[in-house]
């Protein structure tokens, strides 16, 4: 298997994206600068944290016409899997392959703490080796992370269970607790918290590994979405 980690200018989680998933499942990772505009020799995009083009106008507005984003949206298309972790989320949100749209803490603060979550959909490429209700840690890092959708798009999120993590202790004022969703099809899943970064016991959690294991299984058992 072999994964794409899309590098804006702004992005700062690229090369912890790149070294979490080698450590989780010891795959090929290559950084793709925002300029390219295939990825078709990749199996799973994904888009990392940061300030892509220093979140001017609001967290990833710009990044959205990136030349790659045509690329990530043909991706997605064919079946594949694409991660966006935090301001990659609100990349994903901004292009339109996720609904919703991702606001300003309900507190005004930046917010950088592990965070309990609750597994909610253990049925998708990138959950399948969780146990459902599961209770996680994952870092949050964000002052953009509260997660919004009107009552049309919440009902469907849930009449496809495509809510995917839910906050224990809700740190930012998301609706209904959202911390992660998937799209309509499965095989694009957006978060806040970052998985990259509970990958080993020193950063007081390994619960991100089973994200990538769980993607990586699913694409090796050749179960694409499409």
């Known amino acids: ?30 950084k793709v600068w925002h300029q390219e505009e295939s990825l078709d020799e990749y199996d799973a995009v994904v888009l990392p944290g940061g300030f892509s083009y220093g979140d001017y106008l609001r967290g990833g507005a710009i990044a959205r016409f990136s030349p790659v984003l045509k690329a990530v949206v043909g991706a997605a298309e064919q079946g594949k899997l694409v991660l966006g972790i935090c301001n990659g989320f609100q990349v994903l949100t901004e292009a339109g392959l996720l609904p919703g749209a991702l606001l300003r803490n309900e507190n005004l603060q930046f917010r950088c703490e592990l965070t309990p979550l609750k597994v909610t959909n253990t049925t998708s490429p ?66 806040m918290p970052h998985p990259e970064r509970a990958v080993e016991q020193w950063m007081n959690s390994k619960d991100g590994v089973k994200m990538f294991q769980s993607m990586h299984r699913y694409v090796e058992e050749g179960l694409f979405v499409g």
């Not at 794409?4 to 992005?11: D, E």
Request: glycine share 10%; net charge negative; proline share 3%.
């Open 126 to 191: 990138f959950t399948n080796l969780y146990e459902q209700n599961e209770q996680i840690n994952i870092p949050i890092a964000h002052g953009e992370g509260r997660y919004y959708a009107d009552e049309a798009q919440l009902s469907t999120l849930q009449a496809e269970n495509r809510i995917a993590f839910q906050y224990l202790e809700n740190p930012n004022g998301s609706v209904l607790d959202i911390a992660g969703v998937l799209n309509e099809r499965g095989n694009v899943l957006g978060l």
């Open 1 to 30: 298997m072999k994964w794409a980690v899309v590098v804006f200018p702004g992005s700062n989680c690229d090369e912890d994206a790149v070294l979490g998933i080698q450590k989780a499942v010891g795959d090929e990772v290559h």
